[in-house]
């Protein structure tokens, strides 16, 4: 059964850094662009960065964040996002999601991805 399963959130103070893990069980996520997003209680979902199968790498802001995946198991792919120099307004829900082949350049829009995780909590401290 295809799901994805985050781990490593958590309570970081400000400024310190954090990693957070996805991992995609299921043969199909071989070809899924993989991504992450945030959201905070009351708010729209918002796009942080995607890994693509083949290599590629996009962010929305690349100065803190870097994402990184793993595709060397056939039977599970697993992204990160390594988060530095966190501040309070960090402070959300984290997910990741998967974008089924045909993404074309809409792995920043949340309806381009089918699959989701049940979300980590990170919390930041001032």
């Known amino acids: 059964q295809e799901q994805l399963v985050e781990s490593g959130g958590g309570l970081v103070q400000a400024g310190g850094s954090l990693s957070v893990s996805c991992v995609a069980f299921g043969r199909i996520f071989n070809r899924y662009a993989l991504g992450w997003f945030r959201q905070v209680e009351g708010k729209e979902r918002e796009w942080l960065a995607a890994?693509?199968?083949?290599?590629?790498?996009?962010y929305a802001d690349s100065s803190r964040f870097t994402i990184s995946r793993d595709n060397s198991d056939n039977a599970k792919n697993t992204v990160s996002l390594q988060m530095n120099s966190l501040k309070p307004e960090d402070t959300a829900v984290y997910y990741c999601a998967a974008a089924a082949p045909g993404y074309g350049s809409r792995l920043s829009l949340a309806e381009t991805y089918d699959h989701w995780g049940q979300g980590t909590q990170v919390t930041v401290s001032s």
């Open positions: 890994a693509t199968s083949n290599g590629k790498k996009f």
